[in-house]
């Protein structure tokens, strides 16, 4: 067996491991998604595929966020026409993210086009919202621990938390058990269940992406209510960008919950993405796989005003008194963030307030590093908005969270570990942590590298 690290090696983006089984009989792909962060790094997403995608016996998919399944469409585009295996969660929000992610390459094209801006005479979009619809026809759901094969290989996948139908996918082949953790939960997240402990296994791949990092232990709750109590005092706006999965229903789960409370004033709470609007009610059809009861969901819902037309989105600057605005994408990499960004960040009594991790070479990475202006949509915004950042909120285990995990599991002393998804520093620092508290063999996985098995 050999698996071809293709992807989410040296970034937390581009999870691509190729896996080639019965002297390469059988040929699959775990995880398909799309580099984001720096321009070297995103221009990887036009390159050929270093594989044959036509050989492909399928596509196994951990979870639905794009630096894990963004690149199917691509794939499609190209010709490829094999099975993607999901969980029945992955596969309803896949619905509504990818056409969503063609939706928003479409519209910047154009808007690059329309004002001419950047340094291509016709921008085009990886792939169009079209293309990301007809993709879908090519998912195969199946339940957690619900096993399928592929070739001689076999596969299952078990619930790890992080959002809805995220999973750990399990493959036997050729005698051996190997591991591929996607993005592993929290064991105290505020919506969703803890990760499921591991089987024994021969090699495990997994993430490292708070590798170098623990999460505080504060209250989440009291941080948001002094932010927004601050921006209320100032009579700005509160800009939130946000991940359309998880983050976004956690954000309004803690802001609705503080104004039941009234530890913040009640605000118009905007939710301006459809995506976002989408996903929150998907909550609703997998109860078992979260912690919000029916009446919470139907809270989480209810209490927010939806935007889903530009038109409205639009609209909302004609707002002139305190509000809140959460908008994709949750680094500033894309959608209608940008917009308001544009309308905002010259504004000093503004907030721009970060909940998650901000991957080398975003937009948000660099305004938490202190820049004094931003690049979007060609030209460079002045930043005079308040910067802020919400500690705690991540769907990632942290590196401690992670030793605590692998202890809990099956794995024998001395199981291969190859950590993936992870920035350099954060890798290796996990590495160094697990070769110190844990009896694995841990390395980190390089970019094109082949680990044979």
């Known amino acids: 067996m050999n698996i071809t690290f293709l992807g989410g090696t040296g970034t937390v983006t581009g999870s691509k491991f190729l896996v080639s089984v019965d002297q390469g009989k059988t040929e699959f792909l775990v995880d398909c998604g799309l580099f984001q962060g720096y321009k070297w790094l995103r221009e990887r997403n036009w390159e050929a595929p270093m594989f044959d995608y036509h ?45 969503d992610a063609g939706r928003i390459q479409e519209e910047d094209a154009q808007y690059y086009r329309r004002h001419r801006l950047g340094k291509h005479s016709h921008p085009e979009p990886l792939y169009n919202g079209d293309t990301a619809e007809r993709c879908l ?29 995220a999973g750990s996918a399990i493959l036997h082949a050729e005698g051996k058990r190997v591991g591929f953790s996607g993005d592993v939960g929290r064991a105290d997240d505020l919506i969703m269940h803890p990760p499921r402990p591991l089987p024994e296994l021969d090699l495990l791949l997994m993430e490292s992406t708070y590798g170098d990092r623990r999460h505080p232990q504060i209250d989440h709750k009291a941080q948001l209510a002094e932010i927004v109590n601050r921006v209320v005092a100032r009579g700005g706006v509160l800009l939130i960008p946000s991940f359309a999965v998880g983050r976004a229903q956690t954000l309004q789960f803690l802001l609705l919950s503080l104004m039941r409370e009234n530890r913040i004033p009640k605000l118009p709470v905007i939710l301006d993405s459809p995506m976002a609007i989408d996903a929150s009610e998907i909550y609703s059809r997998y109860p078992e ?7 919470n969901c139907t809270f989480m819902c209810r209490g927010i005003q ?29 959608g209608r963030v940008l917009h308001h960004m544009k309308r905002l960040l010259p504004d000093h009594r503004a907030t721009v307030l970060f909940t998650g991790y901000q991957a ?10 202190g820049s004094s202006s931003v690049k979007i949509h060609g030209e460079y915004v002045p930043c005079k908005a308040q910067i802020e950042v ?4 991540s769907a990632h285990a942290d590196y401690v969270e992670l030793g605590d995990w692998l202890r809990s599991s ?5 199981t291969p570990i190859m950590l993936v998804h992870g920035e350099p520093d954060a890798a290796d620092c996990l590495r160094l942590y697990l070769q110190d508290h844990t009896p694995f063999g841990v390395e980190v996985a390089q970019y094109h590298s082949i680990y044979r098995l």
């Not at 099956?410 to 001395?414: N, V």
């Open 55 to 99: 050989r492909l016996a399928g596509i196994v998919l951990t979870h639905a966020h794009l630096d894990h399944s963004g690149y199917i469409p691509r794939l499609y585009e190209l010709g490829y026409r094999g099975p993607v295996y999901c969980h029945h969660a992955t596969m309803d929000l896949c619905s509504i993210l990818l056409p």
């Open 137 to 165: 026809e090519l998912f195969q759901p199946v339940g957690f621990d619900q096993t399928f094969p592929i070739g001689s290989a076999k596969l299952y996948f078990q619930p790890v938390g992080h959002i809805l139908g």
């Open 289 to 295: 796989q979260h912690r919000l009861s029916a009446e």
């Open 306 to 334: 939806y935007t889903r037309s530009v038109d409205q989105s639009k609209a909302l600057e004609n707002i002139h008194f305190p509000h809140i605005i959460i908008a994709g994408s949750g680094m500033a990499t894309g």
């Open 360 to 369: 080398g070479g975003t937009r948000g990475a660099r305004m938490l590093a």
């Open 390 to 393: 919400l500690e705690g909120l």
């Open 410 to 414: 099956k794995l024998k002393a001395g």
